[in-house]
């Protein structure tokens, strides 16, 4: 990483941290800078553990696969660009199991020069919109890491026990109940109306939990405005 | 968003803009932290344009989807937490396509509160590592928007218009009136229960004509027991 800003050089600390990446190396960093992130509170092992280099010959000399990072989609150089995602993420995870991967970060102002292009096998591209193709640096790093870092595609497990048709027609029917003893049902309309709160009720796809829930509020609605001629307001 | 950091709210701005995202809503920012963010050099058409709100609620009113970020896996609100992912982002862009969705950030340091998350239908966890599940907000916005924001292909296109989230307020607030005045809310429970009732509503998924219709029979039942000593039975 060609990185000028401690800020900057403490936030990829943070996202590497974040997604499990452990070794930072920068390439010339500003001794000032390089000094300021590393004494940061709350400075990580990342940060503690980063490393100098001269050179980024020097710094990717022990990877397997050296990926550039861009935020432009054509170089001079004549190099494939990849758009960063599932894909290009499980092929840097392939690369994990056998050899080191560096992921080459620009500084700020100028991003990576051709020259540090020229260590790289291929180069990727974030897929940004047209009208803002410039990424904060810290941000581009957590992008990165978050692709290449996570594990195969997770679904979310939640375990919901359904309400059966018995508890929600007992809803339905407290409802319907307090629909008519506040008017809301007119005469001739309670039939249509039935349906029409099963109905809706069926739509909300309640949970037992929620369904319970549920009709306790309703039953107690229904013994208030059953209870015979007291004040209410 | 809660931020507090104007370098945190143009971090935000910036990855928005990065993804093409526009609409950025703050919840009472430091006075000072928005006017400086707004006021920065590069400041981008996302900032220039983000708005304030004196809620959660108002910030969400107009959207039909509310997701909530969290860092825990656990939280003592019983709610789905989904990982970020392509499901998960598949959900949300498929929202997208009727209705606003709003993703909630908290504040720096410490994140969204338990009343925040009442306005979410879901939860969402970035997979960060066990040993630093801790992000940086921009970064965690930028690494949220990444993956909504790309143009993976969209399934199912369907014909329903979710309600918004003020219709489903509306709801809660009679609903929550009408369990008070029938004895059901007791004394000191009152904000847990505005709570419990709106995290049902919520995950009741309410079309906007159901949430409309049961709006209806809410405020029906809400007068009537509003009515003063008359015989109901």
């Not at 900057?8 to 590497?16: E, P, Q, S, T, Y």
């Not at 150089?77 to 992921?103: K, S, W, Y």
């Amino acid at each position: 990483m060609r990185a000028r800003n401690p800020l900057n050089i403490g936030a990829a600390a943070r996202a590497m941290s974040n997604f499990g990446f452990n070794s930072l190396r920068l390439v010339n960093p500003y001794k000032l800078a390089f000094r300021d992130a590393r004494s940061a509170v709350g400075g990580s092992a990342v940060l503690k553990s980063a490393e100098e280099f001269g050179s980024v010959a020097d710094a990717v000399a022990d990877c397997t696969l050296v990926v550039g990072t861009t935020a432009v989609g054509q170089r001079s150089l004549q190099r494939p660009i990849e758009i960063l995602g599932e894909p290009t993420a499980r092929a840097v995870r392939e690369h994990l199991q056998t050899g080191r991967v560096a992921m080459l970060f620009g500084s700020e102002k100028t991003g990576l020069s051709n020259d540090d292009f020229s260590h790289c096998q291929w180069l990727l591209r974030i897929p940004t919109s047209e009208q803002n193709i410039s990424m904060n640096l810290g941000q581009a790093v957590a992008v990165c890491l978050y692709e290449i870092g996570r594990s195969a595609p997770c679904q979310s497990v939640t375990e919901v026990t359904p309400a059966t048709a018995g508890d929600l027609e007992k809803i339905t029917q407290c409802l319907m109940e307090s629909l008519r003893l506040s008017g809301y049902v007119k005469p001739g309309t309670a039939e249509l109306f039935e349906k029409k709160t099963r109905q809706l009720l069926l739509r909300m796809k309640l949970e037992a939990y929620d369904a319970k829930l549920l009709l306790g509020m309703v039953r107690q609605i229904l013994w208030k405005l059953e209870q015979p001629g007291e004040s209410n307001a």
